[in-house]
């Protein structure tokens, strides 16, 4: 039996939780004869999934081509109907995979007659306003030439603004948990409708301690056998293995991992440095490299703050992104980066997960993250989707512990050098 029918076989053994594969196109200008992606071997393509065709007009429009190895195991699981637990970190474009799924699953089954307002079709639940406003913002580039809406629901925002956004009905709701609730006791979101559930970044909802908000959540929507349910984390703990096993009925495992020997697209350098002698290589770097959009992570507010000072002193193009910047700034500082405006972004971690931004250069560690994990999740932030990144890590002093804890959780070494003559 042929691996595509192992994969077959496999979902049609489970119990059906929705009907699947019921062809229905959209009529449109645009065909597939726009859309040529040549056959690679080892390589899957959007085209082997039959997709339907305003979806793939949008992944065109995307720039997508080839399926990231997350996309082609989840979709190969996901579009069957079948439940997915994905090991991935940021940058493997696991957003795209079930967004993918979840819309084409949309336009192959057309809205219920009857479908109130405020109450979603798929539910996307993730730990950070950031992460969910970006999970949006893929959605609607996904969604642009459907008719499916999207909206979402986050703290630290206008309450009543995204309450006029659930007026009409919705096909997608991307929320973080507390704001979720807030909108559910005051009954302006029916979770009772949800076919598609998406827990994003799970590790990271248990370490920021929302998981009883999102048991709540759960049990508000249909049970397990009558919805579908996807469940991202970039670790596999017992306890995540534990909640999976909870909310997920029969779901296929995916494990993709990233590390330093498969980010062949990042250049890594270490550079050995004084902590005295830190700002002024960072500043040299900066002048007298070509480094067209840069992120410089610090472990902490205030030292990100004073970068943030130094960096506008040296007549830097530069904006600071971290807990004490308000939402609504941290929203237009990330715009204003990802539109060019902004050179240098200078971030603590709460922007080393979930946050997709094309073209990042560089990605510089002033000092190296407490928690290795981050470094994998810091240097994700460039290279990405096939591009060209470099990541360059200033090692001193205090950051001398940390480095073989990194090096162990790569399970590869860094290539440490003295930084380059004239920088210093």
Known sequence: ?????????????????????????????????????????????????????????????????????????????????????????????????????????????????????????????????????????????????????????????????????????????????????DFHQKRDIDLSEVEVLVLDEADRMLSMGFIPDVKRIIRYTPKKEERQTFLFSATFTDDILSLASQWTLDPAHVEIEVTVENQADIDQRVYLVSDDDKQRLLVNLLEQESFERVMVFGNRRDLVRKLDDLLKKAGVSVAMLSGDVPQNQRIKTLERFREGEIQVLVATDVAGRGIHIEDVSHVINYTLPEDPEDYVHRIGRTGRAGAKGVSISFVGEEDAFSLPEIERYINGKLPCEHPPEGML
């Open 1 to 181: 039996m042929s691996e595509s029918e192992q994969t077959t076989a496999s979902a049609q053994n489970r119990k059906p939780k929705r009907r699947r594969r019921k062809p229905r196109r959209r009529q449109s200008n645009w065909d597939l004869r726009q859309f040529q992606v040549p056959a690679v071997a080892g390589k899957w393509r959007f085209h082997d999934f039959d997709l339907p065709l305003p979806l793939m007009r949008a992944i065109h429009a995307q720039g997508f081509e080839y399926c990231t190895p997350i996309q082609a195991e989840a979709l190969r699981q996901t579009l069957l109907g079948g439940d997915i637990v994905g090991k991935a970190q940021t940058g493997t474009g696991k957003t795209a995979a079930f967004l993918i799924s979840v819309l084409a699953y949309f336009l192959e089954e057309p809205t219920p007659d009857g479908q109130k307002s405020g109450a979603p079709r798929a539910l996307i639940i993730a730990p950070t306003r950031e992460l969910a406003l970006q999970i949006e913002k893929d959605a609607k580039a996904l969604a642009r030439f459907t008719q499916l809406n999207v909206a979402s629901v986050v703290g630290g925002m206008d309450y009543q603004k995204q309450r006029e956004s659930l007026g009409n009905k919705i096909d997608i709701l991307v929320a973080t948990p507390g704001r979720l609730l």
